[in-house]
């Protein structure tokens, strides 16, 4: 299957996105794979087969969100200076959305920029991370708080990576699937609160419903000036959880289940969302063992955290909130005081 992205704003800019359909790669220069230590050794040797390159290398760097920084990007710079990369190299991001957000922004900063392929290894990365061009790298002071808007040249998601995704993982990835729903498609909420999405066949259309609403987003609102902030439903909360738990604690998708569980919370004070719509909302995220509560240390201070989310502006905070499920309200008029009595809720 292919879903391509044509941006509004360009009639000739965009690209692909293939379901299963990764036989081989050509590629008229060099390249350079680059993977993290867990991904390595379960499917690197396997996929370096499937490119054609004038000289193929490999990045290994470490896994996980805490390395999702600087000091690592310098790495792979300096990686990719070592292996005298020029400008019409490619970078090859296989593996999951903190491999694919790294790649595209060194692949954005390298001698002023170069190509990039997203191959996405989790089902969070398939879904959401690898689709979109965004790529970035966290610091103390928030998530994805350094990188740019910078579009693949492709994307590859292949069902056959899943089969090695640890549980937690695949969890993970379906806290992404449930927001698209609950943001834009009734009907495919509906579908997910009966489907079992350990078949594989339901998986594969999740994965291609997920990919299409995104897709669809994203060609509308490249650099997210407005609709596409919406994909950020459950963000606001998760990426303050996030930064105080150091990128430690949860899983990103795992932050997300707990985020739209305090976005509904906010919802349903504002009188957006039925009691009995968030409770069905957080047992779909609890059927597939997502945490859903997150106990607040200082309120405070994780209100303060807010003010560094990329949607808000001039101290406003902006919230993206389902209104109904199906159907989403973007609100930058919420009170301190509002807010901070949802958050202590979670104090408890």
Known sequence: MKISIKFAASKSYGYDIFIDELKEITLA????????????????????????????????????????????????????????????????????GVVGDMTGFAAAIYQRGI????????????????????????????????????????????????????????????????????????????????????NEANLKEAIAKS??????????????????????????FAHAIEQKTHYHKFLHGEAVAIGIVMANELAVNLGLLQRDEAFKIEKILQKFSLPTRYKIINIDSFYEAFLLDKKSANSKITFILPHGIGNFTMRDDISEDIVKKILKIFKR
């Open 29 to 96: 220069g060099k390249a350079a794979v680059i993977t993290n230590e867990t991904v390595a050794p379960l499917h690197l040797k396997a996929f370096k087969k499937k490119i054609k390159a004038k000289e193929l290398y490999e990045v290994v760097i470490k896994d996980g969100e805490k390395h999702k920084n600087m000091q690592t990007i310098e790495y792979i710079l300096n990686k990719l200076f070592k292996f005298k990369l020029d400008r019409k190299s490619t970078l090859i991001a296989l593996g999951g």
């Open 115 to 198: 190509d990039f392929i997203q191959i996405p290894t989790t089902l969070l990365a398939q879904v959401d991370a690898s689709v979109g061009g965004k790529t970035g790298v966290n610091t103390v002071f928030g998530k994805n708080l350094i990188g740019a808007f910078y579009q693949p040249k492709a994307v590859y998601c292949e069902s056959e990576f899943l089969k090695t995704l640890p549980k937690r993982e695949f969890n993970a990835g379906i806290a992404e699937i449930v927001k698209m729903a609950v943001m834009f498609n009734k009907e495919f909420y509906g579908w997910l609160e009966k489907s079992d999405l350990n």
């Open 211 to 236: 990919i299409k609403i995104k897709a669809d987003i994203v060609a509308q609102d490249e650099k997210e000036s407005g609709i596409r902030a919406v994909l950020n439903y459950g963000h606001t």
